[in-house]
């Protein structure tokens, strides 16, 4: 299932069903959407990090719970495949996008579908050696989801999400760092676990306004021309400067010394 945790304002999502690679079922997708709606709404959250036990990160939706496998069958109504698409995979991309909090994906062994689409959605995506990215929709002859069409593009440019998506491609390790899929590679399982908690740590000590705002400037230069986002970036550093946090970095500065930031 999923494990939800909240330590000194950093919130550990872990998906927890090792036997199966961590695929979702329809409980568990519920489980992360409410997981990810309390990191929204509850201000002594302020990062999240997301992981996947037992060696692996997400092998996406469990087909036997997906909609998808009841096609063809008599009664089947094709719409109940994009609502629950709405309700699920593609509302927990959104809400890892949108979200005015940093996040962080350790992804420690397969990350299929749904689930590569699951970390990429997060800030920042951690991997070691024997992580794998993999896009298997052509296998099944679906179309790519869970948002895949939207991050892929503007993470590795249109060329290479084509070949992925379309030939059923795989990223492994350190290749996700060289081609702009993650952060760092660490050396194994273990360095990953405890590297992802100190950097997910460190963001949850920082100034949670300001980095939440930076973030969605970021996200929206792909939509927005120039002229719209330095009005918007004038608009969000005027909301920083309401902010205590801004007064203790100042003071912090001055005195030569680490701010102690609260997240307000």
């Known amino acids: 299932m999923i494990s939800v945790e909240l330590t000194a304002g950093l919130l550990r999502i872990t998906l927890d069903r090792p036997e199966a690679r961590n695929a979702l079922t329809v409980e568990m997708r519920d489980q992360l959407v409410a997981a990810l709606h309390r990191a929204r709404s509850d201000d002594m959250v302020r990062s999240v990090l997301i992981t996947g036990s037992g060696g692996s990160f997400c092998s996406g939706m469990d087909l036997g719970a997906s909609t998808v496998s009841q096609a063809g069958r008599p009664g089947f109504d094709p719409r109940t495949t994009s609502e629950a698409l709405r309700v699920g995979v593609q509302t927990i991309v959104q809400q890892l996008w949108e979200l005015d909090k940093p996040t962080v994906?350790?992804?420690?062994?397969?990350?299929?579908?749904?689930?590569?689409?699951?970390?990429?959605?997060?800030?920042?995506?951690?991997?070691?050696?024997?992580?794998?990215?993999?896009?298997?929709?052509?296998?099944w002859g679906l179309v790519v989801d869970a948002?895949?069409?939207?991050?892929?593009?503007?993470?590795?440019?249109?060329?290479?999400?084509?070949?992925?998506?379309?030939?059923?491609?795989?990223?492994?390790?350190?290749?996700?760092?060289?081609?702009?899929?993650?952060?760092?590679?660490?050396?194994?399982?273990?360095?990953?676990?405890?590297?992802?908690?100190?950097?997910?740590?460190?963001?949850?000590?920082?100034?949670?306004?300001?980095?939440?705002?930076?973030?969605?400037?970021?996200?929206?230069?792909?939509?927005?021309?120039?002229?719209?986002?330095?009005?918007?970036?004038?608009?969000?550093?005027?909301l920083a400067t309401a902010s205590s946090d801004l007064v203790e970095g100042m003071a912090a500065f001055s005195e030569k010394r680490d701010p102690k930031f609260t997240g307000h």
């Open 105 to 139: 994906a350790a992804v420690d062994g397969y990350a299929v579908g749904p689930g590569a689409h699951i970390a990429l959605a997060c800030d920042l995506v951690l991997v070691q050696p024997g992580s794998a990215f993999m896009w298997t929709f052509a296998k």
């Open 147 to 238: 948002g895949g069409a939207y991050l892929l593009p503007r993470l590795l440019g249109p060329a290479r999400a084509k070949e992925l998506v379309l030939l059923g491609g795989k990223i492994l390790g350190s290749q996700a760092v060289s081609e702009g899929l993650a952060m760092r590679c660490y050396e194994n399982s273990e360095q990953l676990a405890a590297e992802a908690e100190l950097l997910a740590a460190q963001l949850a000590s920082g100034p949670t306004r300001s980095l939440g705002l930076s973030k969605q400037l970021l996200n929206r230069s792909f939509e927005t021309d120039l002229g719209t986002l330095l009005e918007t970036e004038g608009h969000f550093q005027a």
